[in-house]
């Protein structure tokens, strides 16, 4: 059973960068059918994708995050991660590292980690 | 960019009757890569159909996607009390992928 675990900082500070690692479990993250990828839910909101990577580093971003985003995949320790610059009270959510289809289940969210809630704030 | 718009916003019904959510896109999503979300409170999100009408892995049969071009539908037959919960549509195209605002399903 593959699962997907977020792990970082739960307080960020604004300006500063917010970084969260995804370890998989269960699969190996160098395969050609998916991407991994990140969504935040701010408190009471909806879902928002961020963007997500493919295990040879290439990478989609949504364009309203695109210039403070970057994503990074580590196949090695079968991980990728999550870092956004210059956050702003906005950018407190609920963060989530998912799966994305590629060529199974192509354009789904087919695994979710739990989440993990980061809060910027002084 | 696709903008998805669902309605309603929330959706007042009882255990047993049958629910018609609707999901519109801002233009044609002829790719057919439209996919549905339950997220239930406190839980991540739970993918529920995808290729806008097949079930996801382990999915009951009351729940069923249908609709083409700009307008899109997740219907559940007979509601138990599990299924209510706050759905999303979510579409790919483009290298982007997007999601409706959701509709809160709740109990009357």
């Known amino acids: 059973q593959m699962q997907l675990h977020e792990s970082g900082p739960g307080l960020v500070r604004p300006s500063e960068t917010l970084s969260l690692t995804c370890t998989v479990s269960g699969d190996p993250i160098s395969t050609s059918s998916y991407f991994w990828g990140w969504v935040r839910q701010p408190p009471g909101g909806g879902l928002e994708w961020i963007g997500n990577a493919y295990y040879t580093g290439s990478t989609n971003f949504n364009p309203s995050l695109k210039s403070r985003v970057s994503i990074s995949v580590d196949t090695s320790k079968n991980q990728f991660a999550l870092n956004v610059s210059s956050v702003t009270a906005a950018d407190t959510a609920v963060y989530y590292c998912?799966?994305?289809?590629?060529?199974?289940?192509?354009?789904?969210?087919?695994?979710w980690g739990l989440g993990t809630l980061v809060t910027v704030s002084s | 960019e696709i903008v998805l718009t669902q309605s309603p916003g929330t959706l007042s019904l009882s255990p047993g009757e049958r629910a018609t959510l609707s999901c519109g896109a801002s233009q044609s999503i002829s790719s057919g890569y439209l996919a549905w979300y339950q997220q239930k409170p406190g839980q991540s999100p739970r993918l529920l159909i995808y290729g806008v009408s097949s079930r996801a892995a382990g999915i009951p049969d009351r729940f069923s996607g249908s609709g083409s071009g700009t307008d899109f539908t997740l219907t559940i037959s007979r509601l138990e009390p599990e299924d209510f919960a706050v759905y999303y549509c979510q579409v790919f195209g483009s290298s982007l992928w997007t999601f409706g605002q959701g509709t809160k399903l709740d109990i009357k």
């Open positions: 998912v799966r994305q289809g590629r060529t199974l289940l192509r354009g789904t969210f087919d695994n």
